[in-house]
């Protein structure tokens, strides 16, 4: 998962935080439950289902705690093109699952997992934290119809790289203290022949302490998918959303600040999921991804951006190894705003990310983990321009 900041400078655009730094994280997000649920409408059929499960040897309820702990090393803390700070760091981070087996029509998981990175220098910050949560509960309707609703948490703070100067180019990075709170309620429709169609609303509130502004976002995404084989689906999804901020200006097409109303963006996704298992027992599976953003203000477009990418993770899990492999590629493209030398043409920024995990189970409790990562951006902007090697390893304990 990809956690987007919005920073509306003169330079605006989507600033990737250092989830970068976590890409396994992102990508382990589970569901939480939700109290506001009238469980206690079921208690007697849990209670018969308990039995059931006791009876059975298992339990209605699983739980699963990981703690990890270790060190690593990262090149390029504040994401710099020109002086490089770089520091060994302690790591040490928690993954927590909780979830009901879903043995009547009700489903209930629960999963929180987090970093805390301590560094052994004085690189200008001392720690970057990074801490998930998400819950969802869900509700099938005869075989046809489900519906639910996800609840998240994220609160992260962790380096950025910003363009903060008025009226000239500066790379300023500094460390961001966010929160980001979302709902996400939906509705799911089986068509037959494996076909289904998802329709949920997204509401989501980002607080972000300076320079990074808070906003709200919310709209509608639709979904048409397609399941088949292992487990495995396709699908297409579009959405829109308005994306209004707390203080931010709008812009005229020269930097200049326009009166009215308060900056909002407008922004259209289009995305094509494509997640498949390669045989039965799921020991190798794939996930690609295909997107395109278009992001328009309410002013004159000085804000406007597009965004094209891809994305491609491969995972292998059997013999006590997990090895996860991702590759991603991002695109922007600003129409109206000009690279550091005004002669050149309109902005553009690309950038691409590899990253390796690897962990292995020596016993039942115990296990080791390793990741590299590398992310390089290139851009006719000089200033946005930089590379980042971060490689850390450590020891792993189940109960």
């Known amino acids: 998962m990809e956690i987007q900041i919005i920073l509306p400078h003169k330079r605006a655009r989507p600033i990737h935080c250092a989830v970068r730094r976590a890409p396994v994280i992102a990508i ?29 040897g298992i339990s209605l309820w699983d739980e699963s705690f990981t703690i990890r702990t270790g060190i690593g090393y990262d090149d390029n803390v504040f994401l710099n093109n020109t002086q490089l700070r770089g520091s060994p760091f302690f790591i040490n981070g928690l993954d927590m699952t909780i979830l009901r087996l879903p043995v009547d029509a009700w489903e209930y998981d629960f999963f929180v997992t987090g970093d805390d990175i301590r560094y052994w ?20 309707f005869g075989d046809d119809w489900q519906a639910g609703a996800t609840f998240s948490y994220a609160y992260q703070a962790q380096v950025l790289d910003l363009l903060t100067s ?41 607080f972000y302490g300076a320079p990074a502004f808070s906003y709200w976002s919310a709209g509608p995404k639709i979904t048409l998918g397609r399941s088949y084989g292992f487990h495995s689906d396709v699908a297409l999804s ?38 498949h298992h390669w045989d039965e027992k799921h020991v190798w599976a794939n996930t690609a991804r295909l997107g395109f953003d278009s992001i328009d203000d309410n002013g004159s477009g000085y804000f406007n951006y597009y965004r094209s990418g891809c994305s491609d993770e491969l995972d292998y ?15 922007y493209d ?18 691409f990310t590899l990253n390796l995990h690897v962990e292995k189970h020596l016993t039942k409790w115990l296990g080791l983990f390793a990741e590299y990562e590398f992310e390089h951006t290139f851009s006719n902007d000089s200033v946005e321009q930089y590379a980042v090697n971060t490689i850390k390893g450590g020891l792993l304990w189940d109960f």
């Open 121 to 140: 220098r004085d690189v200008g910050v001392g720690s970057q934290d990074l801490w998930l949560g998400v819950a969802k509960v869900q509700r099938s």
């Open 28 to 56: 382990r997000l589970a569901a939480l439950i939700i109290l506001l649920i009238p469980v206690a409408m079921n208690a007697a059929d849990d209670d018969d289902l308990a039995l059931i499960t006791k009876d059975m």
């Open 317 to 331: 899990n059997a013999h006590g190894w997990t090895i996860t492999a991702l590759a991603s590629f991002q695109y």
């Open 166 to 206: 008025e009226g000239a180019l500066s790379h300023a990075p500094t460390k961001v203290i966010g929160n980001t709170i979302s709902l996400r309620p939906f509705v799911r429709r089986t068509l037959g022949t494996n076909y289904w169609v998802e329709l949920q609303a997204e509401g989501t509130r980002q």
């Open 334 to 351: 600003y129409p109206y705003q000009t690279a550091d030398d005004p002669a050149l043409d309109k902005l553009y920024e690309t950038g």
């Open 238 to 275: 579009y959405a829109i959303l308005d994306q209004p901020f707390d203080t931010e200006s709008r812009e005229a097409l020269n930097g200049a600040s326009l009166a009215g109303p308060r900056l909002a963006y407008l922004t259209q996704k289009v995305e094509l999921l494509w997640r």
